[in-house]
């Protein structure tokens, strides 16, 4: 079935540093891949989503690239900030289900 | 703000009891879904209706039940309860019923004592 793998938490890094967090897929079908953020005590935000292959999703600094070669989908974000620590989730939808599949979330912490 | 709502925002309440978890979804969006989140097992897809009707589900528990009523708005029903059921439940919202983006709640916290 479809499913979707996420590098495991936490993720520390320093204020500045470069962010990748990898997102792997397996699907049938043409997916739809996303990016949802929970911060703390929230329910999940969208951050950003590409619905085919080479798309570049961006939101707030943060990037993804649908790349159905390598079936990923990493979210990368050049300079980090305190204020972007959170739960990063990974996720995929594929037309003709009505399914989302989520990834099980990496924690990412930023220090000051 | 996502324009979802969910009510309770926190429920306690002891083991073999019932409750219910009630959502309003965005303004427009006929399809409704139904997560669980917990420590141990991540997010999980329980259930989506879309504009009454049930169109997919995930790993619902046979306790649990859901339903979306002509307004829109659904109730995730929960019973025969268990330390096990502790968790986040999450109402998401979105347009349609394919790979539209979802709009989450902000979650009712259940813990089963």
């Known amino acids: 079935g479809d499913s979707v793998t996420q590098m495991e938490g936490p993720v520390t890094l320093s204020e500045e540093a470069f962010l990748t967090i990898n997102c792997t897929y397996t699907a049938t079908g043409y997916p739809s891949l996303f990016w949802y953020v929970q911060y703390p005590g929230e329910g999940l935000q969208l951050l950003l989503k590409a619905t085919k292959a080479d798309d570049k999703g961006s939101n707030k600094g943060f990037e993804a690239t649908y790349r159905k070669e390598t079936t990923s989908f990493h979210l990368e974000k050049g300079s980090v900030q305190v204020s972007d620590s959170a739960v990063y989730f990974c996720a995929l939808t594929t037309s003709g289900t009505y399914k989302y599949i989520f990834g099980t979330g990496t924690r990412l912490k930023v220090l000051a | 703000d996502s324009g979802v709502t969910q009510t309770p925002k926190h429920l306690i309440t002891a083991t073999g009891q019932r409750v219910t978890l009630r959502c309003s979804p965005r303004s427009g969006d006929l399809s409704v879904y139904w997560y669980q989140q917990s420590l141990d097992q991540g997010l999980q897809f329980l259930i989506q209706?879309?504009?009454?009707?049930?169109?997919a589900k995930g790993n619902i528990l046979e306790r649990f039940s859901a339903q979306q009523f002509p307004d829109l708005h659904s109730e995730l029903n929960l019973s025969s309860l268990e330390l096990g059921d502790s968790a986040l439940y999450f109402c998401?919202?979105?347009?349609?019923?394919?790979?539209?983006?979802?709009?989450f709640g902000p979650g009712t916290r259940l813990t089963v004592t």
């Open positions: 998401a919202s979105s347009v349609g019923a394919g790979s539209n983006e979802q709009y």
């Open positions: 209706y879309y504009n009454g009707e049930e169109r």
